[in-house]
């Protein structure tokens, strides 16, 4: 990845490109090496798109930034918080190890705590390794489990729509309405969908009104819940919490 600093320090040593990125290697062992990456979270983390692969991140500036007692820069190189968050977010689940053979400021272990994770940090000068010590303890952990637990769409319960039928959370009849309100299709008992033309699953029904190949027919289709179109995916979300 590249890190692109939105407010980068300007170069004064001499007439060149200021200093304005930093790479980061993503990497594993070997090419059957098994990693963590939370797809869902990065996207989530992105306005629900894909994150990209450069990364518009400030440098570390204002309240975060550690200084001495004479008020200079305690380190030259503190990473922004922010860049961490991502970076551990994307790559670990709560409980893991997270290392960091260059501790420096302790950043990149002050986040880890915060999110749950164990941390090694090895730093060869002790005046930082002083510094990091202090600030990492002076980190609380999030309370609330819920809040950094992390969960991808594979791993979660299968919940078939005809389950929805079964638990009365749709009764037979039920009218669904596509998001864009332009189609319409009936529940029928056993979990499928009709039109005046074509009888299937959500997904079968939603690409065929739409003649498209393929449909995710849980964020198609839509019940109304007093006087608002709501994805039936609410629904089976509510059957996963229960599941869970």
């Known amino acids: 990845m590249v890190w692109r600093k939105s ?19 993503w990497a594993a062992k070997d090419k059957d090496a098994r990693y963590t990456f939370n797809y869902e979270s990065m996207k989530a983390l992105n306005d629900d798109l894909q994150m990209r692969s450069d990364w518009l991140i400030p440098i570390c500036n204002g309240a975060e930034r550690l200084r001495d007692e004479e008020g200079q820069k305690a380190h030259s190189t503190q990473k922004p918080e922010a860049l961490l968050h991502r970076t551990i977010l994307a790559a670990t689940k709560p409980g893991e190890i997270v290392l960091d053979p260059f501790l420096g400021s302790g ?5 880890a705590k915060r999110l749950g994770r164990r941390y090694i ?4 000068e002790e005046r930082y390794a002083k510094l990091a010590r202090k600030r990492i303890a002076q980190v609380s952990p ?5 809040a950094i637990s992390i ?19 749709l009764e037979p009849g039920t009218v669904l309405v596509s998001h ?3 189609w319409q299709a009936k529940v029928r008992a056993d979990g499928s969908l009709i039109t005046a033309d074509f009888k299937g699953s959500i997904h079968q029904v939603g690409a065929h009104v739409q003649g498209a190949p393929a449909c995710n027919g849980w964020q198609f289709w839509c019940y109304n ?3 608002k179109l709501v994805p039936i995916d609410m629904l089976r979300q509510k059957v996963r919490a229960e599941l869970n």
């Open 151 to 169: 969960v991808a769409k594979r791993d979660e319960p299968r919940v078939p729509f005809g389950s929805l039928v079964e638990r009365g959370l």
């Open 107 to 111: 950043t990149t272990a002050a986040v």
């Open 121 to 124: 940090g090895l730093e060869r």
């Open 180 to 182: 864009n309100k332009r």
């Open 225 to 227: 819940v007093e006087g």
């Open 142 to 146: 999030v309370a609330d489990l819920d």
């Open 7 to 25: 407010n980068p320090m300007p170069n004064f040593r001499g007439r060149r490109f200021t200093n304005a990125h930093e790479t980061m290697i």
